[in-house]
């Protein structure tokens, strides 16, 4: 007969074992359902992921994709083709999540049950997104072209970065881009991966039964979702007579063909090109300009400071960038002076005071390489190029 002891001993085996059978089984129950691949889909990330937790500024139409972690709500969104000119039924709209709204009276939240009868365009945008300014310009334009007819516009801002999440800042900009139509903050995202968008800007068309029936992912296809706009509100009501397109805007702002994407400094994926004698400086980093700087890429020298969203460059310190397009901006704050040098050797400063702003560094006449070189005085933060 077995001592106490070996009893004892007996069953913190069985214990073991017991524990282990329990882990395998977990661990296949896991694989079978893809739990870590649905875990690591909820990562925040600024390149396309599943779902996107933060936005990916695009500037190419059809960018990107519906994202794949699907629910009853939004699973029949497969039925559209981002991008596509041809009318689809892709399911009801989702509904607009939680968070704050701005543009409306006193706040109250907007509701797309609300809304049936109206053709409606769901944009979700990044304020400090330049591709998404741009679209901005048509958004406002339809609003008040086609208001009469039945249109509403609704946003849905997914900030890019902390600092637009708020709210006063949001509404000094949307007062800058003359926005008036309502638009929700999105707390946590949650609109935007309902809607399973992994880029900004996107745009949901749904008609006045409350049905998606196209979406476009990025700017540039302004042509394509004004005709589909005015579809809608033929099919809204027949007999409408409606105003003429507004077409594309005479304002030299869209962005031409082949323009250089916007590049986010601290999450630069591989666009960040630095000599190799980067050391550290106590917190800091000491970078070297390397001797080339090819199209699409950055730089940095002397010594900055890198975080999650943004650089802080010290007293002295440069970056080089190489971009195709008009126009270059620098998403900036506090206070300061960025000396901004072209590749022809032109000088200009520009002054920075205050919230972050996108500032015009450098403009062109025609669109094409350039290759910028800046020096940073001050207390800044440096989040982002752009260009147009």
Partial sequence: MPTPRELLERFRRSRR?????????AMVVATVADVPGR???????????EPTARPSPTATVGAGGL??????????LDRCTPGRAQLARCGQAPPLGRGTWLGTPGGAPVSLDDLRGSVVLVEIFSASCIACRRAARYLTAWQTRYRDAGLRVVGVHS???????????????????????PVLQDEGFATLTDY????????????????????????????????QVRALLGERDPRAD???????????????????????????????????????????TRFRLPSGQPE?????????????EQLTPRAGAVARVAYRGRAAYQLVSGDGTLTVTTSAGLTRRVQV???????????????????????????LEVYAFSFG
């Fill in 353 to 379: 005071r205050g919230r972050a702003r996108l500032l015009p560094v450098h403009t062109s006449r025609t669109s094409g390489p350039e290759t910028l070189t800046i020096r940073y005085e001050g207390d």
């Fill in 67 to 76: 994202s794949s972690l699907t629910t009853s709500v939004n699973e029949q």
């Fill in 296 to 308: 699409g890429t950055f730089s940095l020298g002397g010594v900055w400071r890198t975080r999650t």
């Fill in 159 to 181: 900030p890019q970065f902390s600092f637009e999440t708020d709210e006063q800042q949001l509404a000094a900009t949307l007062d800058e881009l003359g926005i008036t139509f």
């Fill in 17 to 25: 074992a017991l524990v282990l059978a329990a882990v395998v089984v």
């Fill in 39 to 49: 875990l690591s889909a909820l990562a925040p990330s600024y390149a396309p992921a």
């Fill in 196 to 227: 399973r968008s992994r880029v900004v800007p996107a745009s949901y068309l749904v008609d006045a039964g409350g049905t998606v029936r196209a979406i476009s992912f990025g700017e540039g296809g302004h042509r394509r979702v004004e005709r």
């Fill in 242 to 284: 409606l105003p003429g397109p507004v077409g594309t805007l005479d304002d030299g702002q869209d962005a031409e063909p082949g323009t250089t994407p916007q590049i986010d400094l601290a999450d630069a994926k591989g666009r960040r090109v630095d000599g190799e004698s980067d050391e550290a400086v106590g917190d800091d």
